[in-house]
């Protein structure tokens, strides 16, 4: 163990990656195969599985190059590639790096599909608002498919096994070929003329080729243009035509489109027990209830004896028709002393409007010998307050031999507020007297 090499994994994947690149020619090859886990990144590089018969193989084909196609790359399509071989480290794993694909065999078929669907699905032949509403109740049903077809075994079984009382018309017409859509439109309009609750457009599985007359464009304006119901049961799960698109209702198979329009008889009669038992216990319980109302009824007194009804009413009437006249009495009452309120405060009134009236005469005089009082109060209170601001005059004190003297017109108080040659103002009673100072003594 000591003499063995020994080397890490992702050496080992480095050098298989390694012999692969240099001795796995592919140029020049187109390989062939079936798509299948197909997934477009949002990246938009496509991730998948090229696969046959007896192998399969990872593949990856870089945005770059998917967006030099001119096709529409579907699950389940076949294909040839080309490209190189390389080996994701990571994993280990074995993978073709795609550099090229075209569609191989039924690559016509499928643009031509792929062309139709856009054209139709333009034009609104696939728009739901469009489509029309199940029946509630579907009794009637006619069949279009092939007269020996397995489809219309398949649809008769499913209907006589879940709702055996059905009634179902066959409009034989070809499921497969170029004559088929002519066929299979003259069985529509002929079935839908005869006002059926449902129509089923069926056919069982096969090839991409075998059901592209279901594919046909005037077979999808017929469909569009019928008045009755219609489901497509065509092919399987993983069939998609645009007879399907165009229906009404789309099943998987054949059976799946029986079964849509048909009800279960045993869950019929299941729910049928269930609501005849509901029904039975509501209806006990609505006549449990009316009866004992009833019950209420019969025991009432006024039932019983009908004139005591009438006597009670009549006593409650004449008790009424006392109180009545009891309460007429009482407002008669009232009315009487209102009035003699009314009387009595009319002579008050007047009382008293006759005595404002006397001391409305006596005002004026009053009035005017107030205000004379007034008037000669506030004249004496006039003269006093003249004779006080007088007395308090400045000139009255200057009168007196008083003068104030200013420097600038501001009043000299201190002997510090001039200064030797400061020009100043004496106000005497009579004038003005200017002055220089000489000199100043302080005392």
Not at 175 to 201: C, R, T
Not at 334 to 355: C, F, G, H, W
Not at 411 to 431: A, C, M, P, Y
């Amino acid at each position: 163990m000591r003499n063995d090499m020994v080397v890490s994994i992702s050496s080992v994947i480095a050098r298989i990656k390694n012999v692969l690149t240099q001795t796995m020619d592919l140029d020049g090859i187109w390989i062939q195969g079936e798509i299948s886990n197909l997934t477009k990144h949002r990246s938009g590089h496509y991730y998948f599985s090229l696969k046959d018969k007896s192998g399969e193989m990872n593949c990856v084909m870089f945005s770059s190059y998917v967006a030099r196609l001119n096709f529409n790359v579907q699950e389940g399509m076949r294909v040839l590639v080309s490209g190189s071989i390389n080996v994701y480290e990571q994993r280990g794993s074995l993978q073709l790096i795609i550099r090229q694909m075209k569609q191989d065999g039924l690559g016509d078929l499928y643009l031509e599909f792929e062309k139709r669907k856009q054209d139709l699905l333009m034009a609104g032949y696939f728009d739901e608002s469009h489509k029309k509403a199940m029946p509630e109740f579907i009794e009637n049903i006619g069949v279009i498919t092939g007269a020996s077809a397995a489809a219309l075994q398949d649809v008769l079984s499913t209907i006589q096994r879940r709702w055996p009382m059905m009634k179902v018309h066959l409009y034989p017409s070809l499921v497969q070929g170029n004559l088929a859509p002519k066929s299979l439109i003259q069985a529509l309009l002929k079935a839908d003329k005869n006002h059926h609750d449902a129509l089923l457009i069926v056919r069982g599985g096969g090839s991409f080729e075998d059901l592209f007359c279901f594919n046909d464009v005037e077979l999808v304006k017929t469909i569009y243009s019928l008045d009755t119901y219609i489901v497509s049961g065509v092919g399987h799960e993983v069939d998609t035509t645009l007879c399907d698109l165009v229906c009404d209702h789309r099943s998987v198979t054949p059976t799946a489109a029986a079964q849509w329009v048909s009800l279960d008889q045993y869950e019929v009669m299941t729910q049928i027990e269930k609501n005849k038992t509901l029904l039975i216990n509501e209806m006990r319980h609505i006549l449990n209830g009316y009866s004992s109302q009833l019950n209420i009824y019969k025991n009432h007194p006024y039932l019983k004896d009908p004139k005591s009804f009438i006597v009670d009413k009549q006593l409650k009437l004449d008790a009424y028709r006392t109180q009545l006249e009891h309460a007429l009495e009482l407002q008669k009452q009232k009315m009487d002393v209102i009035q003699n309120y009314k009387a009595n405060l009319i002579s008050s009134m007047s009382r008293i409007m006759e005595n404002n009236a006397n001391q409305l005469n006596v005002y004026p005089d009053k009035i005017e010998a107030g205000m004379r009082s007034i008037l000669l109060k506030n004249q004496h209170a006039l003269q006093k307050n003249c004779a006080l601001l007088d007395a308090y005059s400045p000139l009255k004190v200057l009168s007196r031999g008083y003068s104030i003297t200013k420097k600038e017109c501001s009043v000299i108080k201190s002997i510090e507020d001039v200064q030797r040659n400061d020009i100043i103002q004496t106000r005497l009673q009579d004038g003005i007297i200017l002055s220089r100072v000489e000199g100043k003594e302080e005392e």
